[in-house]
Structures are given as C-alpha cells and as structure tokens.
C-alpha cells in the first residue's frame, strides 16, 4: 500500500508564499514520476507541475510559471511545491501524486496513486 500525505497548505494574503509537501510512505518504488494538481470548487482537476524521477525534467502549467517551483528529495521521499507571488485564483484544494515510471508524467489520467489534498487558500 502506498500512502501520500500532503502538508503545507493554508490562508495567505495575497503576494504571499506557501510550500507545500508530499511525503511517500509504505510500499516504495525504485523510479517514479511526481506531480501536483488543484482542484478548485465547481471546477475540474487542472495540472500545477510535475518532475521526472530524476528532477532533471520539470513542466509546469502556463498560470503558475515563474511563480511555482517544484522539487524533489528522493532519499527523503519527499516531493515540494514553493508557491510565491500567490494570487486569489490560486486557491484549491492541492493534490500530490505518484506514478512509477521514470518519465515525466502531466496528465491526471497516468497517475496511479494520489494523496487526499491540503487546502491552499489565498485571501485578497
């Protein structure tokens, strides 16, 4: 079984920042791909950024460039999201996620295990 713990979140003012973790626990694997979504109320589940296994390779979504920076710490089993210049639509519940490959993976759909979310909340 493989647990995802998201931690980080909460209420920031505007032009604020937040960092945000995901930690892997219980069945582990030797290469995976790592990436953030959000979910925000009445909408879909929209792609924040993702890391190859390596960290080598980053993608991000157009609305949180130059803002987002996403990392990793593979001994710790650890994934990061640092979210500066935080702006009200920024605000979503923030979901982490897992597949093992060791590609770098954007879309909800090839990802196999997900963390239950922390809320991020920007206050204007």
């Known amino acids: 079984q493989v647990q995802l713990v998201e931690s980080g979140g909460g209420l920031v003012q505007a032009g604020g920042s937040l960092r945000l973790s995901c930690a892997i626990s219980g069945r582990t694997f030797s290469v995976y791909g790592m990436g953030w979504f959000r979910q925000a109320p009445g909408k879909e589940r929209e792609f924040v950024a993702a890391?190859?296994?390596?960290?080598?390779?980053?993608s991000y979504a157009d609305s949180v460039k130059g803002r987002f920076t996403i990392s990793r710490d593979n001994a710790k089993n650890t994934m990061y999201l640092q979210m500066n210049s935080l702006k009200p639509e920024d605000t979503a519940v923030y979901y982490c996620?897992?597949?093992?490959?060791?590609?770098?993976?954007?879309?909800?759909?090839?990802?196999?295990?997900w963390g239950q979310g922390t809320q991020v909340t920007v206050s204007s």
């Open positions: 996620a897992v597949r093992p490959t060791i590609r770098l993976v954007t879309t909800s759909d090839e990802y196999t295990y």
């Open positions: 890391i190859s296994w390596s960290g080598g390779r980053t």
